[in-house]
């Protein structure tokens, strides 16, 4: 199988300067200096109820990243433009090099065909409105959020002798997250981190970073919180996807999901990870 890749990624986009299709919206005064912006989903996959919806952002084929960023959606499934809800959009990519996105978090009600007009406000460019198309679909593919996380056995340090190499690429140690599989973690009390990256394989390039993030929170809370670091391939050398990955129904890389004490699917998040936004996030999770 093919090296999973993340639908839609800023890497990917400056790698192949792709351009999506989309609607534009012309601006209301002629840009200081030339300009070709391009808005891009970072999200996989959309589905009903709340949803991390990340974008990207890309003017003259470089990251944005200070940028002011508005977003309202459109519930298009009745084939009327129908406005629904409307909210800024912070950036996040302290550690992500051009593979920061801008992040919202959106609540929608139906399945089908949906849409979002995003507004970039940026210094020394006069505001540009791009109209972009997305799905959303009925049920999650992958763990929803509220759904018991499945018990997966993955293999942890003492399955394998010790050998951190032979079940993670990361080159820095990151043996707490290797301990406990999930099917232990989600059933002994405590709360749980889980990962699934691949740090020396990841064609988005924010796995290792998003290990980095995960590992920091270990060295503070393993005491309190399981950490898990899920690899993506079980094999480094034909890279076949990993089993975890195929019972979690996940086909891009990296994933980070909060679990909480009876094993309930809290938070889901895809695609790089910055502390900026996760250690909110965990400490919320945690109670503090």
Known sequence: MKRIFIIGMIVAALASACRAPEKTVAPTSTPSAPSALEVLLANSRNVVGPNRFALGVVRDGNSVKDAQVHLQFFDLTSGQAVATQEMDAPYYGDNLGQAGVYVAHADFKQAGA?????????????????????????????????????????????????????????????????????????????????????????????????????????????????????????????????????EWNLETEPWLFFVDRDGKIVAKFEGGITAKEIVPAFLKFIGG
Not at 129 to 150: C, E, T, Y
Not at 162 to 186: M, N, T
Request: proline residues 5%.
């Open 114 to 246: 949906w849409g979002v007009e995003v507004t970039v406000t940026q210094a020394g460019y006069a505001p540009e409105a791009k109209r972009l198309a997305f799905d959303v679909l009925a049920q999650d593919p992958s763990p929803g959020i509220g759904a018991l996380a499945p018990r997966t056995k993955n293999l942890t340090l003492s399955d394998v002798g010790g050998d951190r190499a032979k079940i993670c690429s990361a080159l820095e140690d990151d043996s707490l997250l290797h301990r406990v599989s999930i099917a232990e973690a989600v059933t002994n009390g405590k709360p749980t981190v889980i990962l699934f990256a691949t740090p020396r394989f990841c064609a988005t390039r924010t796995c290792g970073p998003s290990l980095q993030v995960v590992t920091s929170l270990a060295q503070n809370y393993a005491d309190r919180v399981n950490f898990i670091h899920v690899e993506v391939y079980k094999n480094f050398e034909t890279f076949e996807v990993a089993d975890a990955m195929r």
